[in-house]
C-alpha cells in the first residue's frame, strides 16, 4: 500500500489510494464488542431521528469511496467547499477509480445530506465477510479498525467506517461507500 499525493495547484490537491492486494486477508482490530455495539444502537438512533442527528456524524475531513462518489458526485452541491479528488488504486483490478475527501465541517454537512436519502428506515449492522473483503480490496491503509458498519436499507447498503477523535472523544465517520443501490436509486 502507498499513499501518493500530487499538488496539481495551489488550491487543489490529488490523494491517490494503492490499496493491498484481494489476496492479503483482512487485518482488522477488533473493538470491545459492548463498545461496538454502544455504537451501532447510537449510530441506529440517529438514523432513524433523520435530519442533522446523522450529519452530527461527520467531523472536518471524511472519504467517500468511489461507487458511492460515483452516485452521488452529478447532484452534490460543490460550490465553496473543499473537495480533494482521491484515487483508489487496485493492483488486481484494471481500472483505478475516483473518489473524494472532503475537508471542513460544511463540506462533510453536505456530503451527510446527499447520503441520508439513501440511508432512509436502514437498519445498521455488521459488515458480512463478502463485505468486509470488498472494502479490504479498496482500503489503502494496513489494517482496518474499528467500528465498520453497514446501513441497509431500501435504497442501498452503505459501508460505514468510523474513526475515534482523541480531542474530541467521540466517533466520526471517516470513511462511507456503497456496495449496492437499488434499480430505482
Not at 455488521?126 to 465498520?148: D, G, N, S
Not at 467506517?161 to 474530541?168: E, I, R, T, V, Y
Not at 465517520?173 to 436509486?185: C, D, G, I, M
Request: glycine share 4%.
Amino acid at each position: 500500500m502507498t499513499l501518493r499525493l500530487h499538488v496539481f495547484s495551489s488550491f487543489a490537491v490529488f490523494v491517490s489510494l494503492q490499496c493491498a492486494t484481494t489476496d492479503a486477508a483482512p487485518k482488522i482490530k477488533k473493538m470491545d464488542s459492548a463498545k461496538r455495539e454502544s455504537v451501532r444502537i447510537a449510530l441506529q438512533n440517529d438514523l432513524a431521528k433523520g435530519g442533522d442527528a446523522w450529519s452530527s456524524w461527520f467531523g472536518p475531513v471524511s472519504i467517500c469511496a468511489p461507487q458511492l462518489w460515483a452516485r452521488i458526485s452529478p447532484t452534490l452541491d460543490k460550490k465553496g467547499i473543499e473537495i480533494i479528488p482521491t484515487h483508489f488504486t487496485n493492483p488486481d483490478e484494471p481500472a483505478s477509480k475516483d473518489g473524494a475527501a472532503f475537508k471542513g465541517f460544511e463540506a462533510n454537512r453536505r456530503l451527510a445530506r446527499q447520503v441520508a436519502p439513501l440511508l432512509t428506515a436502514g437498519k445498521v449492522r455488521l459488515p458480512t465477510e463478502a463485505e468486509i473483503r470488498a472494502y479490504w480490496r479498496i482500503f489503502p491503509f494496513a489494517e482496518i479498525e474499528e467500528p465498520v458498519f453497514v446501513v441497509s436499507s431500501a435504497r442501498a447498503d452503505v459501508l460505514v467506517h468510523l474513526q475515534w477523535d482523541k480531542g474530541k472523544q467521540r466517533y466520526f465517520v471517516f470513511l462511507v461507500e456503497a456496495f449496492r443501490f437499488s434499480k430505482s436509486t
